[in-house]
């Protein structure tokens, strides 16, 4: 849907997740099985790892100033659920929050928030203002001010509402 490139670090695995749904059409790569093999998800896990989905997008639309468009759980309840562990470089001593090896979706998720949240980028990734599209996006504008995932798709619509709302 969008034109931007993709978020920086782990954040990416955020956005890919978040831009499972395509809310205009209404399909949901998670319904295949390439798609949950993408995320290393099981069919039984559908339900725990949409509820993920829809509680970051809630995220992301606060980030752009936006409600949800829905009720959710939390955000920080969800990845309150989840274990990381601190490791240290031996070479450089530098320390992050991660996963186990082979942690489930949420605890790769919790560790990507925690590394956006450390490098200043998680307040970037942001969801979409245009209701029929939420799609996550990087907002990288000098003033982080972005509103749309595409100005020439999502964007332009929204101008050209507010301009035939003028009337002539």
């Known amino acids: 849907m969008s034109e931007r490139s993709a978020a920086p670090g782990a954040l990416g695995l955020v956005e890919s997740l978040v831009n499972t749904l395509d809310l205009e059409t ?3 790569a998670l ?11 099981a069919e039984d896990e559908l339900a725990g790892v949409r509820e993920l989905r829809e509680s970051l997008r809630a995220a992301l639309l606060a980030h ?3 409600r949800p468009h829905r009720t959710v759980t939390p955000l920080g309840e969800l990845l309150a659920r989840a274990p ?6 031996p070479e450089d001593g530098s320390a ?13 998720v919790a560790a990507a928030v925690a590394e956006g949240v450390a490098q200043g980028t998680w307040m970037r990734l942001k969801a979409c ?9 990087y907002d990288r504008s000098p003033a982080g ?3 749309w995932c595409s100005m020439q798709v999502c964007g332009a619509r929204a101008k050209m509402r507010r301009y035939r709302a003028k009337g002539p």
């Open 26 to 28: 209404g399909a949901d």
């Open 31 to 41: 319904d295949t099985a390439d798609g949950r093999a993408r995320f290393g998800i």
């Open 64 to 66: 752009a100033g936006h």
């Open 84 to 89: 990381l562990y601190v490791t240290v470089d």
């Open 96 to 108: 992050a929050l991660a996963p186990a090896p082979g942690a489930p979706l949420l605890d790769r």
């Open 129 to 137: 203002e245009a209701a029929d599209c939420h799609w996550a996006y």
């Open 145 to 147: 001010r972005g509103r």
